[in-house]
């Protein structure tokens, strides 16, 4: 067990609709990292957030948001979702955040399924 | 564009047979990259960092900027290395960490 939390474990939605998955990282962890898994896309980051700021964005579409809160959790809030968004949602944590070198460790992941 | 490549989606070999998993790359600054590893039923997780230049459960990965390449190794496979390989690699003139579409690494007995 990495001490990373992700609730729900899945989730399942219609078109159209609006998500929001949350992520609890290591305690004393700052950084948060999103990520996506799908069988198209392969594995895509997401996003980082770092001590209540962004600090990293990857292939994350405009649909699509986080934030980071003062207690360092984290949502991800996936809006107009479509059939393509069903994918593997993970999140990572770090003790630091300036860049990819400190190691990252690895939620269960949220499954997202959209019909 | 910055691109990670890894060209085998599979890779299967036999227990105590040497491994090669391969990575190449494009990018045009100084390169920062990463093998991580995803058992089967379990959380991915970082397994090697070029930075480090360490050896996690006996395998190593060197950069090579000649040849855009990170390939990882390992001299002696075990049937418990069987698992998805994925390289990344962090741009930081963007502030991204990219992917390649992972390596299945099958080790039999």
């Keep these: 067990d990495s001490g990373v939390t992700q609730t729900p474990k899945h989730l399942i939605t219609a078109t159209g609709q609006r998500v929001t998955l949350r992520c609890s990282p290591r305690s004393g962890d700052l950084s948060v990292y999103w990520y996506q898994q799908s069988l198209d896309q392969g594995l895509q980051f997401l996003i980082q957030y770092y001590n209540g700021e962004e600090r990293a964005k990857g292939n994350i579409l405009e649909r699509f948001s986080a934030q980071q809160f003062p207690d360092l959790h984290s949502e991800l809030n996936l809006s107009s979702l479509e059939l393509g968004d069903s994918a593997l949602y993970f999140c990572a944590s770090s003790v630091g955040g300036s860049d990819f070198s400190y190691e990252q460790y690895f939620g269960p992941g949220t499954r997202l399924t959209v019909t | ?109």
């Design chain 2, 1 to 109: 564009a910055q691109r990670v490549t890894q060209p085998e989606k599979l890779l299967s070999v036999f227990k105590g047979a040497p491994v090669e998993l391969k990575c190449n790359y494009s990018y045009s600054g100084s390169p920062e990259l990463f093998w991580y590893v995803q058992y089967s039923r379990q959380r991915l997780q970082l397994l090697l960092r070029h930075i480090s230049r360490e050896s996690i459960k006996g395998f190593t990965a060197d950069l090579n900027k000649g040849e855009t390449s990170f390939h990882l190794k390992k001299p002696f496979a075990q049937e418990e290395d069987s698992a998805m390989y994925y390289c990344a690699l962090f741009s930081g003139g963007y502030n991204k960490l990219i992917f390649g579409a992972g390596t299945r690494l099958a080790v039999h007995p």
